[in-house]
């Protein structure tokens, strides 16, 4: 198993949608959690922290679940700018594991 | 601003040759890493660094080995370059929270490394 999982995708959205990404982990000794954004051939960039509380930032909105070992992403009125994959990544002590990513295209 | 450079963007070389590949950050952080990004296989991490000096394996250290002199430069180096070596090379650096945690990481614009 993954450390960290996330579907591929790829999502297709309509501009204005609202989408969903979900990020299971298996070490249940995480300590934190976020996710970053990656445009295509370029570097991945923070995009938030993810608290237990759960967090927003404008139209995005992170989720955190320890109990079933998993994160969420919200994406509310999609934007033609959010086009992107989408990683989750999770802490482990001094390093950080990745998820492979999901994929988001919104169209017009 | 945090700011990690990279040497180079895309560089090409023949199997058997030897590559390094230079990173160095500029926030005086403690930890950088070394990952390789494949499709459908995410981010691999190769190497990462406490410190000066220090160093510790990451998943796929087999065919590379890092150097970490000075605490902004972190470079990578294939010994023998090899055409499964093809990828595109990310470093990355953080601070270093204490207590066994890193703060997030801030990565360079990565090196695409083609291997004929």
């Known amino acids: 198993r993954k450390e960290v999982e996330q579907d591929p995708g790829p999502f297709n959205v309509p501009e204005g949608a609202t989408v969903a990404f979900n990020c299971t982990y298996s070490?249940?000794?995480?300590?934190?959690f976020f996710w970053y954004r990656q445009d295509c051939r370029k570097e991945p960039k923070l995009l938030m922290s993810?608290?237990?509380s759960g967090n927003e930032d404008g139209r995005f909105t992170a989720q955190l679940n320890r109990a079933s070992q998993y994160i969420s992403l919200l994406i509310r009125d999609s934007k033609l700018s959010d086009s992107a994959t989408y990683l989750c990544?999770?802490?482990?002590?001094?390093?950080?594991?990745f998820g492979a990513g999901t994929r988001l295209t919104v169209k017009p | 601003d945090v700011k990690v450079t990279q040497s180079s963007r895309y560089l090409v070389k023949r199997t058997g040759e030897k590559v390094f590949l230079e990173c160095v950050q500029d926030?005086?952080?403690?930890?950088m890493f070394w990952y390789r990004q494949d499709p459908g296989l995410g981010l691999r991490l190769i190497y990462f660094?406490?410190?000066?000096?220090?160093?510790e394996k990451g998943d796929i250290p087999e065919g590379y080995s890092v150097s970490r002199e000075k605490k902004e430069r972190f470079s990578l180096i294939l010994e023998s370059a090899s055409t499964n070596q093809t990828s595109m090379y990310l470093c990355?650096?953080?601070?270093?929270?204490?207590?066994?945690?890193?703060?997030?990481?801030?990565f360079g614009p990565g090196t695409r490394l083609t291997v004929l």
């Open positions: 993810v608290y237990s």
């Open positions: 926030m005086d952080h403690e930890n």
């Open positions: 070490n249940s000794a995480s300590q934190s």
């Open positions: 990355a650096s953080s601070y270093n929270l204490g207590g066994g945690r890193t703060d997030t990481q801030y």
């Open positions: 990544v999770v802490n482990l002590g001094n390093d950080m594991r």
């Open positions: 660094s406490y410190d000066v000096k220090m160093k």
